[in-house]
């Protein structure tokens, strides 16, 4: 079985910390939460269905005794594991030199995931892999503390809270992965996959629900004004910003109350991978919405053609070819 390298570039520190905010450390741990986050995003995008493994209805089901019996786990448990059936991959992250990284990526810094297959791995789980690798290069980010929103407020800018993290490039993909959509969706689809659970509460972190604005960020402007908060209906004062402008549903949502996420999430360094993005929610707020929002902040937005959007963008990374 042969080992798989993604050769990336770190454009900003990758926060890969624990908890209690000690970052100094680079955990591997890490990195793999944030692939399994986005490569569950992907799964759903393509109408497979993906576990929450934080939630009560992770994998195993447990009416199911045996790990090889279909219907045992999802698609994604099947690559990452879950009780009863262990990930099918180790992962290494290596230097250019193939010397274990100990410390935290920093900006610049080149870097490369090696995945050793501990069991074989199917053409398309490595396809998938390789499609989530990009979709946090090109749309998303990696890492954990990846909530945080920049700020133009110059006395502020270096403030860990304000500094950007986890935004990566990919230099090199490993040849040969057949990949495209509709070998990709045939799997996640494959009968074998647990599917009977409820996902209401995380179906939202799709690709079909996604979107992303590549080249624009949201930010404080100053004690009085924040786009950011603007656009997620928080109040736009500083001291109020944990408000909400309007207690609506969606604002609600899109600016996540405790232990849950916010739904939008800005960029602004470095200049070049410059990007906002975030998820709508069927039957809660859709895309033109958001739209809507952004338009507010941004002057000469233009959406049609800068506001990439679900389908679209699942399209355009399955219709990559090889090599970068
Ligand atoms: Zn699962």
């Given at each position: 079985?042969?080992?798989?390298?993604?050769?990336?570039?770190?454009?900003?520190?990758?926060?890969?910390?624990?908890?209690?905010?000690?970052?100094?450390?680079?955990?591997?741990?890490?990195?793999?939460?944030?692939?399994?986050?986005?490569?569950?995003?992907?799964?759903?995008?393509?109408?497979?269905?993906?576990?929450?493994?934080?939630?009560?209805?992770?994998?195993?089901?447990?009416?199911?005794?045996?790990?090889?019996?279909?219907?045992?786990?999802?698609?994604?448990?099947?690559?990452?594991?879950?009780?009863?059936?262990?990930?099918?991959?180790?992962?290494?992250?290596?230097?250019?030199?193939?010397?274990?990284?100990?410390?935290?990526?920093?900006?610049?810094?080149?870097?490369?995931?090696?995945?050793?297959?501990?069991?074989?791995?199917?053409?398309?789980?490595?396809?998938?892999?390789?499609a989530t690798l990009r979709l946090i290069a090109d749309?998303?980010?990696?890492?954990?503390?990846?909530?945080?929103?920049?700020?133009?407020?110059?006395?502020?800018?270096?403030?860990?809270?304000?500094?950007?993290?986890?935004?990566?490039?990919?230099?090199?993909?490993?040849?040969?992965?057949?990949?495209?959509?509709?070998?990709?969706?045939?799997?996640?689809?494959?009968?074998?996959?647990?599917?009977?659970?409820?996902?209401?509460?995380?179906?939202?972190?799709?690709?079909?629900?996604?979107?992303?604005?590549?080249?624009?960020?949201?930010?404080?402007?100053?004690?009085?004004?924040?786009?950011?908060?603007?656009?997620?209906?928080?109040?736009?004062?500083?001291?109020?910003?944990?408000?909400?402008?309007?207690?609506?549903?969606?604002?609600?949502?899109?600016?996540?109350?405790?232990?849950?996420?916010?739904?939008?999430?800005?960029?602004?360094?470095?200049?070049?991978?410059?990007?906002?993005?975030?998820?709508?929610?069927?039957?809660?707020?859709?895309?033109?919405?958001?739209?809507?929002?952004?338009?507010?902040?941004?002057?000469?937005?233009?959406?049609?053609?800068?506001?990439?959007?679900?389908?679209?963008?699942?399209?355009?990374?399955?219709?990559?070819?090889?090599?970068?």
């Amino acid at each position: 079985m042969e080992v798989k390298d993604w050769q990336l570039k770190a454009l900003t520190p990758i926060w890969t910390g624990d908890a209690g905010g000690n970052g100094d450390r680079l955990i591997p741990t890490g990195i793999m939460g944030a692939l399994r986050w986005w490569f569950e995003v992907l799964v759903r995008g393509l109408g497979g269905r993906a576990c929450d493994p934080t939630t009560e209805v992770r994998c195993p089901d447990k009416n199911v005794q045996q790990a090889d019996k279909p219907g045992h786990h999802c698609v994604v448990c099947e690559l990452f594991g879950c009780t009863g059936w262990a990930r099918k991959f180790r992962l290494m992250v290596l230097d250019e030199h193939d010397q274990v990284i100990q410390n935290q990526i920093q900006a610049d810094q080149t870097f490369i995931l090696r995945f050793v297959p501990l069991r074989p791995i199917r053409e398309e789980e490595w396809c998938l892999l390789d499609a989530t690798l990009r979709l946090i290069a090109d749309y998303g980010a990696m890492g954990g503390k990846t909530v945080f929103k920049p700020s133009d407020e110059s006395n502020r800018q270096n403030q860990l809270h304000h500094q950007d993290f986890g935004i990566v490039a990919v230099d090199r993909r490993p040849e040969g992965i057949d990949c495209n959509q509709q070998l990709a969706s045939t799997f996640v689809h494959g009968s074998r996959n647990r599917r009977n659970f409820q996902d209401n509460s995380f179906s939202w972190a799709s690709l079909q629900h996604f979107w992303c604005v590549k080249g624009r960020y949201l930010a404080r402007q100053d004690s009085q004004r924040s786009s950011f908060n603007r656009v997620i209906g928080r109040d736009m004062r500083k001291n109020r910003s944990q408000q909400l402008f309007q207690n609506t549903n969606i604002n609600r949502w899109l600016a996540g109350r405790q232990q849950e996420s916010k739904k939008v999430f800005s960029f602004k360094h470095p200049e070049v991978a410059r990007r906002t993005f975030g998820f709508v929610k069927p039957r809660l707020v859709n895309f033109q919405e958001i739209e809507s929002r952004l338009g507010q902040v941004w002057s000469e937005f233009e959406a049609e053609h800068e506001f990439q959007q679900g389908e679209q963008i699942i399209e355009k990374l399955f219709q990559m070819k090889e090599g970068i």
